[in-house]
């Protein structure tokens, strides 16, 4: 079973089963409240950036438990955590245009 709503009408819900429209509720007391659009952009970039920080969050807790695991101190992975300096991009080689026989 799946739930739609419409974030701009949260009074309507549309319901499906197996995709296919089974009918729609609505809630009498929200039947007249409206969201605003700059308010529902605000609210999803906001979840967006929460949602990014989390496999961050826990890609830095594996690697703690993995070094501590080998026997690695906490005062060598907070030397790994310190800025590295910025080494300029080794160059790419210019890639060669490939022409066909018919241009």
Do not use: W
């Amino acid at each position: 079973m799946t739930l739609r709503i419409d974030p701009r009408d949260v009074a309507e819900i549309r319901v499906f089963h197996k995709e296919q429209f089974l009918g729609r509720t609505i809630c009498a007391e929200l039947a007249g409240a409206t969201v605003p659009l700059g308010e529902i952009i605000s609210s999803r970039n906001r979840r967006r950036r929460e949602l990014r920080g989390i496999p961050r969050d826990r890609q830095t807790a594996v690697d703690v438990l993995l070094e501590l695991k080998r026997g690695e101190t906490v005062e060598k992975t907070k030397e790994k955590n310190a800025p590295k300096p910025v080494q300029p991009a080794p160059k790419q080689p210019t890639p060669v245009l490939k022409r066909y026989r018919n241009e």
